[in-house]
């Protein structure tokens, strides 16, 4: 009986449950969406990271594994000389220079890094043979319409596009080294090394005597560093989410509040009628929880599905950019997080119908 009242009082007032539940959803959709970009953008860097085939990533000291390089004082004669090390293989150097938001141009050694990586997998083009010659991945070349003889002005110069390739490589755009380091002023001058071994198995030791060797450098195994690529392990990033998901329960909160308050407004004469005829007050606040409840369940329902929506928006209008992965693992602790702010929502107008006398219900206009 309850389970009809309810659904007939849902259905009574569509636009307001409507809103209601759409609000709920963008709640949900907020914090989905922030989580499976953060993940997403931070597991494409992680993969990007292991297609280079290294086992050690060796960086200039001042830096961190995860800080940006936003120059590139290390010489570019560490390569050769860390070749030599024991168990080292070979070791490649890169220049990467920042560009807007999350893009970045990394110079390369193409020989090198094919030697070390298996080299680019080709969709289209081939490999820089002019200095002004650039290669970006197929994701940046659809975000930015590019095509082969397409022309980027990027740092103050302008680049030809001669290839585009599947991404997963190490950068999304890539140019000469020799090229980047003039073009940008620092001749000579590189940003880190990536190193490969003959064992991979010892990463960790050989990490261990490059560091004593070099006070001061970064030195991290590859399987480390693409470790530390998680929300947990920002600090920025993890509180900036915890402050995206408290403002999505506040703004779930209100609009169940502010609906479920107009409800019990509305239902004044029908709650007195029910008191008159015997019903508790747990009964007319069980009513009043189910409806909200069933309010909150609609809204993660169509919280979810609107995270696909956004997510082919991201990989259609911003596929070089960010990327968006479906966190499963969130599904239960947003919805958790939106059944609470409902429920706390709708306890205030639900104590209020609970207070109501009977007769003064009934006189309610």
Not at 197 to 218: F, H
Not at 282 to 305: D, H, K, P, S
């Amino acid at each position: 009986m309850i389970n009809k009242l309810t659904f007939a009082n849902l259905a009574h007032r569509p636009v307001r449950t409507v809103l209601s539940i759409v609000a709920i959803a963008v709640e949900v959709t907020m914090i989905l969406t922030l989580v499976g970009v953060s993940n997403g953008t931070l597991h494409e860097s992680a993969r990007r990271a292991r297609g280079t085939g290294a086992d050690i990533l060796f960086r200039p000291p001042g830096t961190s594994a995860l800080s940006s390089l936003g120059s590139s004082p290390m010489s570019d004669k560490f390569p050769g000389i860390l070749s030599h090390e024991p168990h080292v293989v070979m070791a490649t150097g890169t220049m990467v220079q920042p560009l807007e938001v999350f893009d970045t141009i990394t110079g390369l050694d193409f020989d090198q890094f094919a030697r070390m990586s298996g080299g680019f997998h080709f969709l289209q083009g081939e490999l820089p043979v002019q200095d002004t010659d650039m290669i970006v991945d197929a994701p940046y070349a659809r975000e930015k319409n590019l095509h082969i003889g397409s022309t980027l002005t990027l740092i103050s110069q302008r680049w030809r596009i001669c290839g585009i390739y599947e991404g997963g490589k190490l950068a999304r755009i890539a140019v000469k080294l020799s090229a980047l380091q003039r073009f940008t002023g620092n001749p000579n001058r590189l940003s880190q090394v990536y190193i490969k071994l003959d064992d991979p198995s010892r990463a960790s030791e050989v990490v261990d005597a490059l560091r004593i060797k070099y006070p001061g450098y970064q030195i991290y195994t590859l399987e480390y560093y693409t470790s530390l690529l998680s929300v947990s392990s920002l600090g920025l990033l993890r509180n900036f989410t915890y402050v995206v998901i408290g403002i999505a329960m506040i703004v779930g909160f209100i609009v169940v509040f502010m609906a479920m308050y107009t409800a019990v407004l509305e239902r004044t004469r029908e709650i007195g009628i029910l008191k008159a005829v015997g019903g508790s007050p747990g009964l007319i606040l069980n009513m009043l929880l189910r409806e909200t409840l069933l309010l909150a369940l609609l809204g993660i329902a169509l919280g979810i599905l609107l995270t696909y929506v956004t997510q082919w928006m991201m990989s259609h209008f911003a596929p070089g950019g960010l990327t968006q992965e479906t966190v499963y693992s969130w599904w239960p602790i947003t919805g958790m997080l939106a059944i609470l702010g409902a429920l706390a929502g709708a306890t205030i107008p639900g104590m209020k119908a609970v207070r109501q006398e009977a007769v003064e219900a009934l006189a309610y206009e």
